[in-house]
């Protein structure tokens, strides 16, 4: 099925499952949209990041894609069960895919998750986790200044360690095996990240989870990509195009140095 | 939904796919068939191994499970179509889990597949592998020796490592990154394998994604058992039940050793 996979953030976090998924299905044909101009969603009240998160999927209608995919977990944990009720295509969030890696993972069943304040307060990964296993031990971090961080290309450096070392610092007691990055963002961050928690604390990258959970759907639907095409991908942001346009360069590098891509920003705010 | 999960294979190896639903998704139920007394499938023509999968689903029937999990990889080679031809309810089985997760985690494109004689010669690891991400190079060997060995509960000792040495011989010399245990038998004997492989080689084990597999399918499906109820597990088997109860007491340890089990050998063949 040569329909695109359409991929939606809040800004460049996004970015890291499209990597995955660029790595993981190299046949598939990706949308991107970062919501820039409005990032980031994680301290935004919940019926904003819904009504943002419904604006772009209308955006993405037009394109008759296969599937969306809301790389944001802000946005997974307020609105999927919106989308869902809207579009007639599957509809994959970040927050399951994490929950069943860590499940899968974790021996000890202590398990940390970091993310955005809006996806900690929802306590969607704490439902998730426990809905599954109940003996599960959830211990949640909200780190409100890591995506800021992204979004302004900062991925290591003093600044970076020094931001990462406090808002992970009332995790380090737990007794972790390992730590749900349930921040789309976070898998930039992931050098500074698996220095202050050491060697002994698995990360769990979203994005990785979820282009497996992606390419699992697909497979199950019969809708994954045929063999030999070579796919048009086509990148959107609602703000200034250069920062992204750069991040994504360098994030995506040489999964996009040989693949064609449109860049563009529509107007949809 | 209470209804339970079916798991079958040609012997005790689809334990290592009981085994970790049991940890991964401590509150579903399952029903379990071993057929022994037929046991090894590998080496069957493959109409031979079609009937037998049909006659053991057929005798799920009764129970009305949720979903049917083809545990024996032989099984899923020549069987799966056929299977999801017969029933409603959405049939796993154990290849392509381990082909997607070893999509996810090869970066060097070099992947190693065993199995029995009838799953390498059926090359469906290599199309399944190929059809998502073609530039994957297979490395296939057929290991008939192994699934024999577990059978008769020799996980072990020299005599396991010296026909697990001679058995992936062939594949040392090709640079794998990982190695896909390509029969559910196979995680039985990870200690002489990945001594044989080294350290660099990463080995997937079928039973693992499999259990991770069934977990997002029941997710997306809406399909999950509720928390607070103790599953009672059937075990059955065809054959001579003393070695098969002994096997999979001591694979399945504590994840058996506080939950209910019938066990049964009913005359299906």
Request: hydrophobic share 40%; glycine share 8%.
């Amino acid at each position: 099925m040569q329909q695109a996979i359409a991929i939606l953030d809040s800004g460049v976090g996004g970015l890291t499952v499209v990597k995955e998924v660029l790595r993981q299905l190299p046949q598939e044909k990706i949308l991107y949209f970062g919501d820039t101009a409005r990032s980031p969603y994680g301290s935004r009240p919940p019926e904003e990041v819904r009504r943002f998160t419904a604006q772009i999927v209308d955006y993405f209608n037009q394109f008759n894609p296969k599937m969306i995919v809301i790389a944001c977990n802000t946005a997974t944990a307020f609105a999927i069960e919106d989308i869902r009720a809207k579009v007639s295509v599957p509809v994959i969030g970040v927050i399951s895919p994490g929950v069943r890696a860590a499940i899968k993972a974790s021996r000890s069943g202590n398990v940390g998750v970091i993310g955005t304040e809006g996806t900690i307060r929802s306590e969607a990964y704490e439902r998730a986790l426990k809905k599954i296993s109940p003996n599960i031990q959830v211990y949640s971090q909200a780190c409100p200044l890591l995506a800021p961080l992204v979004e302004r290309g900062l991925f290591d450096g003093d600044e970076a360690l020094q931001i990462v070392e406090q808002s992970l610092a009332p995790l380090i007691e737990n007794a972790l095996d390992c730590l749900i990055l349930g921040c789309t963002h976070y898998p930039f961050l992931v050098g500074p990240i698996s220095k202050v928690m050491g060697p002994k604390v698995r990360l769990i990258s979203s994005a990785e989870e979820t282009a497996r959970e992606i390419s699992t759907i697909l497979y199950h639907r019969g809708m994954l990509a045929s063999t030999g095409v070579i796919p048009l991908h086509q990148f959107f942001c609602s703000g200034e195009p250069e920062l992204f346009k750069r991040i994504a360069q360098i994030w995506l590098n040489e999964h996009i140095s040989s693949t064609p891509i449109v860049w563009q920003v529509p107007n949809i705010i």
